[in-house]
C-alpha cells in the first residue's frame, strides 16, 4: 500500500483546521483553552512548508511533520504529537502493509505512554489512539469499525475523571467534557479514512 501522503496531509490539516473553535471549546471546559488555536497554528504551518515535507520519503516525511508540529504546536500537544508522527515515520517502511501499520502505531502508542507519562483511562489522546492501535493489530479492521471505533473511545472521555494533563487539576470538576486530545486524535484518524475510502 503505497501511503496518499499528500492527500493524508491535506485532509488532515483542513479537518483539524476547520475544526479550531470545537477543540478550543472542549479545551475551554477543562484545559487552558488553547488546544484548538495550537492544533490549527501547527497544521498550518505543515501545509507551509508540505512541498519540502513531501519530497522525503514517505518515513522521512511524516519525521519532518512531526517536528514541525513539536516545533509549531504549543503546550504538551506539540511533543505529543510530535511524537506520534515522528514515531510513526521511524516505524513504518514506504510501502507499508496492514501488518506494518498496526505496529507502527503500536510503537507510537508506547512511545505516547512514556512522553505523556500517561495510561489509558487517563482522558488523554490515548483513549482514542490504543484501542484503535488494538483494533489494527487484532486483525479483520475495516475503516468503518477504525472511524466507529474512534468516535466511540472519544466519546467515552465524557464520563472520565481527569489523571494526567492540565484537565487532572480539575479533578471531579473535568467529569462531563470530552478530552480534547481524545476529540483531535479522532478528527485525524476520520481524516485519514477519509482519503482511504476516497471520500476526500
Same mark, same amino acid.
Given at each position: 500500500?503505497?501511503?496518499?501522503?499528500?492527500?493524508?496531509?491535506?485532509? #488532515?490539516?483542513?479537518?483539524?483546521?476547520?475544526?479550531?473553535?470545537?477543540? #478550543?471549546?472542549?479545551?475551554s471546559a477543562?484545559?487552558?483553552?488553547?488546544?484548538? %488555536?495550537?492544533?490549527?497554528?501547527?497544521?498550518?504551518?505543515?501545509?507551509?512548508?508540505?512541498?519540502?515535507?513531501?519530497?522525503?520519503?514517505?518515513?522521512?516525511?511524516?519525521?519532518?511533520?512531526?517536528? #514541525? %508540529?513539536?516545533?509549531?504546536?504549543?503546550?504538551?500537544?506539540?511533543?505529543?504529537?510530535?511524537?506520534?508522527?515522528?514515531?510513526?515515520?521511524?516505524?513504518?517502511?514506504?510501502?507499508?502493509?496492514?501488518?506494518?501499520?498496526?505496529?507502527?502505531?503500536?510503537?507510537?502508542?508506547?512511545?505516547?505512554?512514556?512522553?505523556g507519562k500517561?495510561?489509558?483511562?487517563?482522558?488523554?489522546?490515548?483513549?482514542?489512539?490504543?484501542?484503535?492501535?488494538?483494533?489494527?493489530?487484532?486483525?479483520?479492521?475495516?475503516?468503518?469499525?477504525?472511524?466507529?471505533?474512534?468516535?466511540?473511545?472519544?466519546?467515552?472521555?465524557?464520563?472520565?475523571?481527569?489523571?494526567?494533563?492540565?484537565?487532572?487539576?480539575?479533578?471531579?470538576?473535568?467529569?462531563?467534557?470530552?478530552?480534547?486530545?481524545?476529540?483531535?486524535?479522532?478528527?485525524?484518524?476520520?481524516?485519514?479514512?477519509?482519503?482511504?475510502?476516497?471520500?476526500?
Amino acid at each position: 500500500m503505497v501511503l496518499p501522503l499528500e492527500a493524508l496531509l491535506d485532509e #488532515t490539516a483542513a479537518r483539524i483546521i476547520a475544526a479550531a473553535e470545537e477543540l #478550543t471549546a472542549l479545551d475551554s471546559a477543562i484545559g487552558d483553552a488553547d488546544h484548538g %488555536l495550537n492544533m490549527k497554528r501547527g497544521f498550518e504551518a505543515v501545509l507551509a512548508d508540505k512541498t519540502n515535507i513531501l519530497s522525503k520519503p514517505a518515513g522521512e516525511a511524516l519525521k519532518s511533520l512531526g517536528m #514541525t %508540529l513539536v516545533m509549531k504546536v504549543g503546550g504538551a500537544s506539540g511533543p505529543l504529537y510530535g511524537t506520534l508522527f515522528m514515531t510513526l515515520g521511524k516505524e513504518l517502511p514506504d510501502d507499508p502493509a496492514p501488518a506494518d501499520v498496526a505496529r507502527a502505531l503500536a510503537a507510537a502508542v508506547t512511545a505516547l505512554k512514556a512522553r505523556g507519562k500517561a495510561d489509558f483511562g487517563n482522558k488523554t489522546m490515548l483513549d482514542v489512539l490504543g484501542p484503535v492501535a488494538d483494533h489494527l493489530a487484532g486483525g479483520g479492521a475495516s475503516l468503518a469499525s477504525v472511524r466507529a471505533l474512534a468516535a466511540a473511545r472519544a466519546e467515552a472521555t465524557v464520563p472520565m475523571k481527569a489523571i494526567r494533563g492540565r484537565a487532572s487539576f480539575l479533578g471531579e470538576r473535568s467529569v462531563g467534557h470530552m478530552d480534547p486530545g481524545a476529540r483531535s486524535s479522532q478528527i485525524m484518524i476520520e481524516a485519514i479514512c477519509n482519503v482511504l475510502e476516497g471520500k476526500a
